[in-house]
């Protein structure tokens, strides 16, 4: 990875959190804990894949039309997060592989 990425990697960052905060205050609550959740739970390619981005667009969209934020996502939060990630290989898949264990056998 060069320095030219490092930095156009923090702009993109920059540019993502700047747009959580113009959400309204209840949707900048849900999405935190949101990514905290998928901080914690670690699917492979959040941290260079679309799902965070994508996250904040429905948001957006949710916030436009005047819907609550639980309205659009429910009251369980790591529910609709483990529907959204659901086919994604995490971290736990990762390590139970490494043990000799199958695939998705850590989350049940």
Do not use: N
Not at 61 to 73: H, K
Not at 74 to 100: E, K
Request: hydrophobic share 40%; aromatic share 8%.
């Amino acid at each position: 990875m060069s320095i030219q990425d490092i930095v156009e990697g923090k702009k993109q960052w920059r540019a993502h959190v700047a747009r959580v905060k113009a959400l309204p205050p209840d949707y900048r609550i849900v999405y935190r804990e949101m990514q905290k959740y998928l901080f914690k739970v670690g699917p492979v390619s959040l941290s260079d894949g679309p799902l965070l981005p994508q996250i904040v667009d429905f948001l957006e969209e949710g916030a436009a039309t005047g819907q609550g934020v639980l309205e659009l996502i429910g009251t369980d939060v790591a529910a609709f997060c483990d529907d959204l990630i659901r086919d994604s290989p995490t971290y736990a898949d990762a390590y139970q592989a490494s043990l000799g264990g199958k695939p998705g056998a850590a989350r049940q």
